[in-house]
């Protein structure tokens, strides 16, 4: 059952039978209505799918993700039915071409900015899993007009931006992301092929079962999407950019904002939310038990319920 954090005082939400990662990810614009644009920015072509409507939802995914990755909560969410949608390829993933050089937190928003201006939309609800969490805190930062309020979903903040700083001290605080970096920088280009041998030969489970809190339990087009959408150049660009980046600047939010977790996530503490709370001036947030890093996959209902009802 998810935990809701109101203020300093924890208060414990209604019990829910929600089913663990219920829903697969599915690779199908047209079943949600959506069209395919490929829009002109400054990092070269960025793939979006799109649906018009009101209040629309920009959707950005995280790292081994692309606009598939949210399929489960559209699912769980009936399709957001009536409203606007907005799912992003970031450049160098999915099916967006990488930029010759990995984009900063910057210039990622500014293709957020170009992507909303090409479909003429002043305003959206923005919904970021991980590092789309991280690039939607900026966005709201930097383009407060534009951002209506703010979903974090399994977001990397505070302790994955100490954490690409201090990669030493990170063994003790983040060792899964701080050794999943540096294996990363060593196998660099092999990674991913490393990957797809370890999912021909059913090993793949083992490797992502730190990212998930019940990796058996998962549908295998999550585990295929995992596989197929990870980016090793990406993932060491965006811990780059979470190094650099100043966090105190999220003090200047404005904008209502959710923020949930999962208890068993590895590559964000559990405390990111406490501390969310002291520098965001309108926030809730919520704890979800049996979750990892993924929430919208693996708890849809639950963040369905609490992010967009």
């Known amino acids: 059952m998810p935990v809701i ?36 920015t400054i990092a070269g072509p960025t793939v979006v799918h799109h649906r018009p409507g009101p209040r629309p939802l920009l959707f950005l995914h995280g790292v081994a993700g692309s606009w598939t990755t949210w399929t489960p909560l559209l699912t769980a969410a009936a399709g957001i039915a009536g409203r606007g949608l907005v799912l992003v390829d970031l450049p160098g993933w999915g099916s967006s071409p990488a930029p010759a050089v990995a984009l900063d937190v910057d210039e990622s928003s500014q293709v957020l900015v170009e992507v909303l201006d090409a479909l003429g939309l002043d305003q959206v609800d923005v919904v970021g899993h991980s590092m789309g969490a991280f690039v939607g805190l900026h966005l709201a930062v930097t383009w407060p007009e534009r951002v209506r309020s703010l979903g974090l979903v399994s977001g990397t903040t505070f302790a994955t931006a100490a954490a690409s700083r201090r990669p030493v001290r990170a063994l003790r605080t983040l060792p899964a992301f701080t050794l999943l970096r540096a294996g990363l920088a060593v196998t660099r280009g092999a990674a991913h092929g490393l990957l797809r041998g370890l999912a021909r030969i059913g090993l793949l489970p083992l490797l992502a079962g730190p990212v998930f809190a019940a990796v058996r339990r998962l549908d295998p087009s999550v585990l295929q999407a995992f596989v197929a959408e990870f980016r090793p150049a990406g993932f060491l660009g965006a811990a780059r950019a979470a190094a650099r980046y ?3 600047r999220w003090s200047e939010v404005r904008c209502p904002v959710v923020a949930l977790a999962g208890r068993q996530d590895v590559f964000a503490r559990v405390d990111d939310l406490a501390r969310l709370r002291r520098v965001l001036p309108d926030v ?6 049996d979750c990892g890093h993924f929430a919208h996959v693996e ?5 369905v319920r609490e992010l967009l009802s």
Not at 6 to 18: I, L, S, W
Not at 299 to 303: E, G, I, N, T
């Open 5 to 40: 954090d109101t203020g300093a005082v924890p208060q414990v939400g209604t019990a829910h039978a929600d089913v663990y990662a219920p829903y697969p990810v599915v690779d199908d614009p047209a079943r949600w209505g959506l069209t395919t644009t490929t829009v002109s």
């Open 246 to 248: 100043d966090t105190r």
């Open 284 to 289: 809730r947030t919520v704890l979800l038990e």
């Open 299 to 303: 708890r849809p209902d639950a963040v």
